[in-house]
T-cell receptor, first 116, second 109 residues
Framework: DTGVSQNPRHKITKRGQNVTFRCDPISEHNRLYWYRQTLGQGPEFLTY????????KSRLLSDRFSAERPKGSFSTLEIQRTEQGDSAMYLC??????????????FGAGTRLSVL | ELKVEQNPLFLSMQEGKNYTIYCNYSTTSDRLYWYRQDPGKSLESLFV?????AVKQEGRLMASLDTKARLSTLHITAAVHDLSATYFCAVDRNNDMRFGAGTRLTVKP
């Protein structure tokens, strides 16, 4: 499978716990994005990386959220001290850095987080 | 602030009918995208529109862009059940991607 892979697919946690999600982008895609999607809404941009550099962070990304892409390949999104309001689908997408590619983002299936 | 509005949010239509989904955005943008999402699945890219007057067609779907009006349309021709899904438009400005709330389309026999 050469698509964007996200793990785990589902995560149930108790309020106050820390969680970490992983995203493996399409091989050789330079850009990697994280989004959050709640029921009945479109994805909301959280942050994006170009190679290992985190170039943009949304105001939605509170101090409890941190993302890394240490080697410019896979990325992790960590949420510390989870709150019930963090319950959502977390989507990862990747795109190649190419003028011809039109910056089309390819999405993973997402990680559904439920905070009890 | 870049805002994207879609309408309608819910659309129920009969097979064989035509309909249009509208996407308005608030500021200039670099690119406009249409995505499809099936329940429990990820987003699938349908079209990317780059310039004023751009028109793209794939099967029963046709997307167009009017940058002066800041409006994109997704036209559905002779709908079939397989088109039932949620359709999102998204606008990209300086790599800041904003999505509309989505249009949940149901095509009934």
């Amino acid at each position: 499978d050469t698509g964007v892979s996200q793990n785990p697919r589902h995560k149930i946690t108790k309020r106050g716990q820390n969680v970490t999600f992983r995203c493996d982008p399409i091989s050789e895609h330079n850009r990697l994005y994280w989004y959050r999607q709640t029921l009945g809404q479109g994805p909301e941009f959280l942050t994006y990386f170009q190679n290992e550099a985190q170039l943009e962070k949304s105001r939605l990304l509170s101090d409890r959220f941190s993302a890394e892409r240490p080697k410019g390949s896979f990325s992790t999104l960590e949420i510390q001290r989870t709150e019930q309001g963090d319950s959502a689908m977390y989507l990862c997408a990747s795109s190649p850095l190419s003028r011809l590619a039109k910056n089309i983002q390819y999405f993973g299936a997402g990680t559904r987080l439920s905070v009890l | 602030e870049l805002k994207v509005e879609q309408n309608p949010l819910f659309l129920s239509m009969q097979e064989g009918k035509n309909y249009t989904i509208y996407c308005n955005y608030s500021t200039t943008s670099d690119r406009l995208y249409w995505y499809r999402q099936d329940p429990g699945k990820s987003l699938e890219s349908l079209f990317v529109l780059l310039s004023n007057g751009a028109v793209k067609q794939e099967g029963r779907l046709m997307a167009s862009l009017d940058t002066k009006a800041r409006l994109s349309t997704l036209h559905i021709t002779a709908a079939v059940h397989d088109l039932s899904a949620t359709y999102f438009c998204a606008v990209d400005r300086n790599n800041d991607m904003r999505f509309g709330a989505g249009t949940r389309l149901t095509v009934k026999p």
